[in-house]
């Protein structure tokens, strides 16, 4: 069947400016041809009229722990308290919190997740569910567990990560993870703000040189890619000079993190809608003082090394973290100085180069993947208007909600 998606701008990921009164044809789950009016598309099975709408590549989240996002219970929670609620009840619960949420995600364009780390590896059950075709949402890279030393990061109010102790432990785990199905390989390298102020400080550097480097290692020799959650300076550079592949996060970049990253084409995802929600969230109803310690130490000097990472050439991509959503992460790279369609571009054909999938998808080009969304208005006007969304195709369908429902057995 030949799905003629007509009369609509197409930003593509590709080219600076779009392409007006454009039509795509899509054949099963691929792109096939591209072309603009008075060229004619020639036939097709179906032909949805899209005047005055604009068509993307589908979006990434390029960071998310898919299972604790947009539960009404918890929306008003600060982090430490709603996130250790949802990874400390049971697994059959989390399992189906995170069904709910990528359909949500989904129905706001986002057609791929990278879920960066889940306890007991809930996030690895919802991509082969998902890849198995026993229930439909976006795709999913996971990590698994995430890599953490004796009570670092995502060890103390739940447990998100396998501790480990030394470059032999390291090793082992990475091991695990991929004989579990990681995609791709996290460590925690610092401290974080989840366990902030009684276990973790932000500044602290939690995995030694030689531990990164033995497991980036052990993840490269199995081709996998590796990122890490890293936010002081020390933790930055030491993840740099282990050969990581992302930063997350990246708090505090200096001159010398930015420089190698520039080198070796080092990725970098900010997630600073999540940060800056975590801090909201504590001022509005936790612990002033604390939201304003994250404010000072962490939002702030994020949106700096923001700021220098787009100077610098960085390939950056969008992830929200837990509290965050990908058109207020974009809306916020804007305010830290890129164009909006750089803010586009971390959501669809950086975050691609960031997962590996950019012979797949990311790009509106023949021979990709059918992962689009439409939405009523110009997102180069407004990134707002990417909340408009009208429809979001998945693999060549229409994803709405009677797809979503129509699960399989396995």
């Not at 989904?106 to 198995?132: E, Q």
């Not at 992460?329 to 369609?341: R, V």
């Amino acid at each position: 069947m030949i799905t003629k998606l007509d009369h609509v701008t197409l930003i593509d990921g590709i080219h600076e400016t779009p392409l007006a009164d454009a039509w795509v044809l899509v054949e099963s789950d691929k792109i096939v041809r591209i072309g603009q009016y008075p060229e004619e598309a020639g036939p097709a099975d179906c032909t949805v009229d899209l005047r005055g709408c604009t068509l993307l590549p589908g979006l990434f989240n390029l960071h998310v722990h898919i299972q604790r996002r947009h539960l009404a219970a918890r929306q008003q929670q600060v982090f430490r308290v709603g996130a250790a609620a949802v990874e400390n009840a049971p697994d059959t619960y989390r399992i189906v919190w995170a069904m709910k949420n990528a359909w949500r995600e989904l129905f706001a364009g986002v057609t791929t997740l990278r879920d960066c780390a889940s306890k007991n590896r809930v996030n690895n059950a919802l991509r082969d569910m998902t890849r198995a075709g026993i229930v439909k949402g976006p795709d999913v890279l996971s990590c698994g567990f995430g890599i953490a030393a004796t009570g670092g990061h995502e060890t103390h109010r739940y447990q998100g990560a396998v501790e480990v102790d030394g470059p032999d432990e390291v090793r082992k785990a990475v091991r695990m993870e991929i004989k579990q199905g990681a995609d791709f390989i996290k460590f925690m390298a610092s401290g974080g703000i989840g366990g902030m102020p009684e276990h973790e400080d932000p500044s602290w550097a939690e995995m030694g040189l030689d531990e990164l480097r033995a497991g980036i290692e052990e993840a490269h020799d199995r081709n996998k890619r590796t990122t890490v959650h890293a936010m002081g300076e020390r933790s930055i550079l030491r993840a740099l000079e282990a050969g990581v592949d992302c930063i997350e996060h990246g708090v505090n970049l200096n001159e010398e993190a930015l420089a190698i990253m520039k080198e070796r084409h080092v990725f970098y995802v900010p997630t600073l809608s999540g940060i800056t929600a975590v801090a909201d969230r504590e001022l509005r109803s936790g612990s002033r003082e604390l939201g304003e310690l994250i404010q000072r130490r962490v939002v702030e000097p994020l949106k700096q090394s923001i700021q220098l990472a787009a100077s610098h050439g960085i390939t950056i991509g969008c992830g929200t973290d837990t509290f965050g959503d990908v058109v207020t992460e974009m809306q916020l790279f804007h305010a830290c100085g890129l164009t909006n369609m750089a803010c586009i571009l971390t959501a669809t054909a950086n975050a691609a180069r960031i997962c590996g999938l950019e012979e797949c998808c990311g790009t509106v080009e023949p021979g990709k993947r059918a992962d689009l969304i439409i939405v009523e208005k110009d997102p180069l006007e407004d990134l707002e208007h990417l909340r408009l969304v009208r429809k979001v195709m998945k693999r060549g369908v229409f994803a709405d909600l009677d797809w979503a429902v129509q699960l399989q057995s396995s």
